[in-house]
């Protein structure tokens, strides 16, 4: 369920995101048929809201590190150099702004940096609850992976990745 589009003026300012009450997960397919499913936990974000309750800048830090997939083999082998890099880029950062008002909620264009290197990645943004301390908005996107250079064929894990994210931010 959503709330209002527009945020209202009184949710001007930066905000903190609340790692504890946030959560990333994806979605990829692997290997011709099959999907695989998992979480990254959230480590930091901001995001701004102006005057006119548009918001101006999000941005979000996941923590490679503590990726989970329920299979502890598929988490090492994502967090190795050909995948996700986690030794030398334990941080993957998405950075947008400014967020555009739309009909089935904000649609925001973003970068994702990881393992080095960085991918565009439309993301749909939808306000679920707003109150003078807290937001809570749910984001939905689609990444390619190949500006990443991820090294798996796109036979054996997909070539896109569905972003299923609620962030929770507190003043």
């Known amino acids: 369920m959503s709330v209002e589009l527009r945020a209202p003026e ?3 300012g930066v905000w903190t995101a609340v790692p504890d009450a946030s959560r990333a997960a994806f979605r990829v397919r ?3 048929v099959g999907h695989a499913a ?6 930091a974000g901001t995001i701004r809201v102006g005057p006119a309750g548009d918001v101006e800048s999000a ?8 990726i989970e997939t329920g299979n502890a083999h598929r988490d090492r082998d994502l967090r ?12 993957i950062v998405v950075e947008a702004g400014p967020v555009t008002p739309g009909a089935q909620g904000w649609s925001a264009s973003a970068t994702v940096t ?5 991918a565009p990645v439309d993301l ?12 809570t908005v749910a984001v939905t996107g ?11 064929p796109t036979f054996i894990v997909g070539r896109f990745i569905d972003l299923d994210v609620r962030l929770a931010f507190r003043r």
């Open 30 to 32: 692997d290997k011709l």
């Open 124 to 135: 749909v943004v939808t306000l679920e609850s707003a109150d003078e301390t807290s937001v």
């Open 80 to 91: 190795k150099p050909h995948f996700l890099a986690a030794e030398g880029h334990p941080t």
């Open 10 to 12: 009184r949710l001007t």
């Open 59 to 66: 941005r979000v830090e996941l923590d490679v590190t503590g």
């Open 38 to 43: 998992g979480t990254i936990p959230v480590r």
């Open 114 to 118: 990881a393992r080095g290197a960085t």
């Open 142 to 152: 689609r990444l390619d992976r190949t500006p990443l250079g991820m090294k798996a």
